[in-house]
């Protein structure tokens, strides 16, 4: 089954408005009818209203880092689903290996967001991945299908429901170090998610679903990673910083 890729960038705590403008002002130039893959921003909140007016009519998609589960309430400096969507924001990333490292989310939180994603028509990007401990003592399949079967948890195997999920595999040790994940390391997690997936929601479901990699990817590795069968994407850090640098991963 054909994937269409999606590039994401997770701009993380870093720009100003005016950073946020200039870099949407010369990127999309760069990537103006580029319809292979989807691409699409994701900018802290105060920047994501700005971001969206910026993306307007363009072929990139803007989303948040992080949504509450919640519809409402008193959760203080959390976004629910609805302000994402009112604000533009058709994506959001769900349980990235720092939410859950600094801020103690677990997996039945990031399945609780999944399921508030959904409801409210988000495309939702689930981070899974194991630390450098588990991968070097042979845990990395086990962490992958408990992250995996925890986010599920009450899915509906619903096609039209499963078919917009993302799952990002972002081996944790490859994280801002410069290590990067062979890309034969990376498509052997691919297919541990996707065989779990199966396991699941069905085979039609995991073959739909698109599955993206994150650790470190630069230029100069792109197109090895998002080459591999398996992968159907990537979810950029540092080098989704600059226009320049982001683009060139755009067209890997």
Known sequence: MSRKALIAANWKMYKTSAEAQAFVDAFLPMVAGHTRDEIAL???PVLLPGVVAACKGSNVAVGAQNIHFAEEG???GETSARQLTAAGGTHTLIG???RRQYFGETDEIVNKKL???LKHGIVPIICVGEVLEERESGKTASVLKTQVTGAFAGVSLAREVTSSIVIAYEP???IGTGRTATPEIAADAH???RAEVSKLLGSDAA???RILYGGSVKPDNATALIGQEEID???VGGASLKPDSFAAIVKY
Do not use: K
């Open 233 to 235: 994407g990537a979810l």
């Open 42 to 44: 994701f900018p802290s």
């Open 115 to 117: 399921h508030t994603a």
């Open 172 to 174: 944790v040790w490859a």
């Open 207 to 209: 073959a739909a679903m």
């Open 74 to 76: 008193a959760y203080t």
């Open 191 to 193: 297919r541990i998610i």
């Open 96 to 98: 990235h290996s720092e």
